[in-house]
Structure formats: C-alpha cells, structure tokens
C-alpha cells in the first residue's frame, strides 16, 4: 500500500523563508491552535501565490482544521503549490491522486506527482514511485526502476525502502540476487523496528544465507519481531523452543508462541499446537483441543493438519469415531500428495458401505476452504 501523507502545520521543511511576517505568524498560530487566524494570515499569501503557504492552506482543508474538511479543495491548493515544484506538495497531490481522495483516481497521475518530488530528493516520494514500478501502477512494471527509487530513498534512512530493497537483492528482482546486500538493508530496516525486516533477518540467520548461520542470532530477531506481532516470527520462535535451536527446549515456551500465531490464523501454528495437545507437550495432552486446532488449520487447507484430523475421526481420539469423516479429511490431504493419507484412506474405504463411501466422496468434492 502506498505510504500516505502525514503533514501537519507545523514549521516548512526547509526551514524559515524570506517572507517571515504573516507566514510565520500564520505557524504560530496553528501550533496554538488558532486556525482560524491561521486561514487568515494565510490565505492572502496563498491568493498571490506564496507556494508555501498555498501547500499550508491545502492542509487545513484536508484535515478540516479551522475551515471544513474538503479534500477537493485541498487538492486545488496543493496543485497550485506543486506547480510551483513544491516538493511536499507534489508528494502530498500524489497521494490523493492515488486514493482518489478530492480529485479522481488516477495513478498515472499519482506517479507523474511522485516522481516530480523523488527528483527533488523526497525520500517518501522516492519510496512511493518505487512501489509503483515494483506493482506496475500508473507506470509499467519495471523492478529495475523500482529499485532504483527505493535505493534513493533507502540511503536517506526510509525503513520500509530498506527493507524493500533487501527483498529485491534477497529474490534477485530487479537486481542480481545477493543475500549478503539483502542482510545489510534488513538489518538497517530491522534496527528501525520493522517487525518484517527483524523476521527476514532472523530467517537469514537460520538459513545461513548472508551471514553465517548462526540460530541464536535468528531467535534474537525472531523475538524482536513476534513482541511486535509477527504471526511468521511467532511461530518461527515457536518452533526453535520446540527444537531446541538457539534456545534450551521449552515446550511450554513453544506452546506460548505457537498459540499467538495461531490466534492471528496462521495455519501452521495452529497444526503444531494441535501436535502439542496431542503429545501433551508444554500442555497437559488433550485429544479434543488437538481436534480443535487440526480442524482449524485443515479448513484453511493445510495438508498435514487435515491427515491428522482424519486420523482422529478414524481411531475416535477427541472425536466420536467417524469413518466418513475420516475418509473425507484423509481424501483431501491426498488430493495435495500426502502419499500417509493416500494409503490411509484406502485401507478405511475397505470397511465402508458404498453409501459411506459416495457420501464421503460427496463431502470432499463440495469442500471449500474457510475464508480467512
């Protein structure tokens, strides 16, 4: 998603302008809050073309700020600031371009604003013409280009183009493939506290893609990033408690993580915490609580967790025993290759009736997967 504009009335970028009266009266006021004089000191200068306090003046419509919200008039004013290369302006007229918000939608449009304040150095502008690129949104798909732009605004410090342009190196999109300069913009975007770059970066330590493998490096970002949320970090800090990797085994640790990737849907945690229910490892054993995980996970489709949901309804463990069910979840974890529940399912359709067996086929063939 493209990065919105976040300006508020405060002091001009560029620090005091030659027209120091009534402008900076104006910033005084509005940091006071007193907009509407703020509109008044402004809106003259404006209407004889102080770019400055034009781009101002389109921030008090769109945020409604001693005037009523308007977002077509705040376009009108920040066109006029743009025009005149103001390089906030043209960013900020991008943006809205691109949301349709005051003028229509239009992300040739968007792109032609974006790209006029990137060339004046704008780091988000840079950002947000290289995800245009990378997307193919009002410019043709050109990952060259959209790394490019996100280099430039990288090298400024922009996180998420720091990460961005790690993701390119690390899938060789765009520019050749080096997970080395992949590791080196993740961690620069990571020590920012990007949960996605702290999870790459532990990834590249697990792997030993970059940087030398190493599993306690990897447990340190993967912990950085599931404090903030990250299912896939979550999870990832489940599994090296499950295996011991980088930290002491911890079943009880594993299950913690497990459990708060799991509440946010990933499926594969979901499974593993089913597992651990299962062998009653880091939780007391509970067939039924396994039951509820695996069938959590099996509607989203994962394979694994639909074969050991067939194995319960098949031995009536958390579960009455059910051989159609059993049939039906066995079924469908073959139809994605599992050679286990192939096997499985065959050896149960021996001890069905035809009707069991046409009314499991049945259910399999109808099933869809849950939406998410």
Do not use: C
């Not at 993701?167 to 493939?177: A, R």
């Not at 651990?276 to 067939?287: L, S």
């Not at 059910?322 to 599992?338: H, K």
């Amino acid at each position: 998603m493209l990065r919105r504009a976040r300006h508020r009335i405060y002091r001009h970028a560029g620090g005091r302008v030659a027209m120091a009266g009534p402008l900076e009266d104006g910033y005084a006021a509005a940091q006071r809050g007193d907009y509407a004089e703020a509109l008044r000191l402004w809106r003259p200068l404006a209407e004889r073309g102080h770019a400055v306090a034009q781009f101002s003046l389109g921030v008090m419509y769109a945020q409604g700020e001693g005037v009523a919200q308007d977002h077509a008039e705040a376009a009108k004013w920040y066109r006029l600031a743009a025009e005149q290369g103001h390089a906030k302006a043209q960013f900020t007229l991008g943006v809205m371009q691109d949301k349709g918000e005051g003028v229509p939608q239009d992300y040739a449009e968007a792109a032609r604003w974006f790209r006029l304040a990137a060339e004046q150095g704008y780091a988000d502008a840079q950002f947000n013409l290289g995800l245009m690129h990378d997307k193919g949104e009002g410019v043709p798909q050109d990952y060259a280009e959209a790394a490019k732009w996100y280099r430039l605004a990288a090298e400024q410090g922009d996180a998420d183009a720091q990460f961005n342009l790690g993701l390119m190196h690390d899938m060789g999109e765009g520019v050749p493939q080096d997970y080395a300069e992949a590791v080196k913009w993740y961690r620069h975007a990571a020590e920012q506290g990007i949960a996605k770059a702290q999870f790459n970066l532990g990834v590249m330590y697990e792997n030993g893609n970059g940087v030398p493998q190493d599993h306690a490096e990897a447990v340190r970002w993967f912990r950085l990033a599931a404090e903030q949320g990250h299912a896939g970090a979550q999870f990832n800090l489940g599994l090296r408690y499950d295996k011991g990797e980088g930290v002491p085994q911890d079943y009880a640790e594993a299950v913690k993580w497990y459990r708060h990737a799991a509440d946010q849907g990933l499926a594969r945690a979901q499974f593993n915490l089913g597992v651990m229910y299962e062998n009653g490892n880091g939780v007391p054993q509970d067939h039924a609580e396994a039951v509820r995980w695996y069938r959590i996970a099996a509607e989203q489709g994962l394979a694994g967790a639909q074969y050991n949901l067939g194995t319960m309804y098949a031995k009536g463990e958390g579960v009455p025993q059910d051989i159609v069910l059993a049939y039906m979840w066995l079924d469908l974890a073959a139809a994605q290759g599992d050679e286990h529940a192939r096997h499985n399912r065959d050896i149960i359709a021996k001890q069905m009736t035809p009707d069991q067996l046409a009314e499991a086929q049945r259910l399999a063939r109808e099933w869809k997967p849950a939406e998410r």
